[in-house]
């Protein structure tokens, strides 16, 4: 894989990502969500293999309106995250926060982030 990623997951927003990894687990017909131990995140796995729902605990979390549409965003995965951070710098994206040692937060070009992890 290397420096270019595949595509790991779609995340969620939300205020209790137990409830809302139930909601789509139910939904799709899928296993039990993994729920981190402190409660704010949640992983849902496609028992046919492909892409994962992520849910991310947010705080102060409002539904999606005109003001704020944004609220989800895609968690491309890379196993060399030095070369993949190079690469996607390259093809324009914008860092955003590198503070994480497992992954980093980017912008596309028009703004919408992404991130590439190494979880």
Do not use: I
Request: charged share 20%; hydrophobic share 40%.
């Amino acid at each position: 894989m290397g420096a270019v990623p595949t595509f790991g997951s779609t995340v969620f927003d939300c205020p209790d990502p137990a409830a809302l990894a139930g909601f789509y687990r139910a939904v799709l017909d899928w296993p039990e969500p993994d729920v981190h131990a402190d409660g704010d995140w949640a992983r849902l796995v496609n028992p046919a293999g492909g892409a994962r729902l992520e849910f991310q605990q947010v705080a102060d979390y409002r539904a999606p309106s005109v003001e704020r549409p944004q609220q989800a965003h895609l968690d491309l995965d890379v196993d060399d995250l030095e070369a993949a951070h190079t690469r996607v710098l390259s093809l324009g994206a914008k860092l955003l926060d590198d503070s994480p040692s497992t992954f980093r937060v980017y912008a596309d070009p028009v703004g919408h982030p992404f991130c590439l992890c190494a979880c």
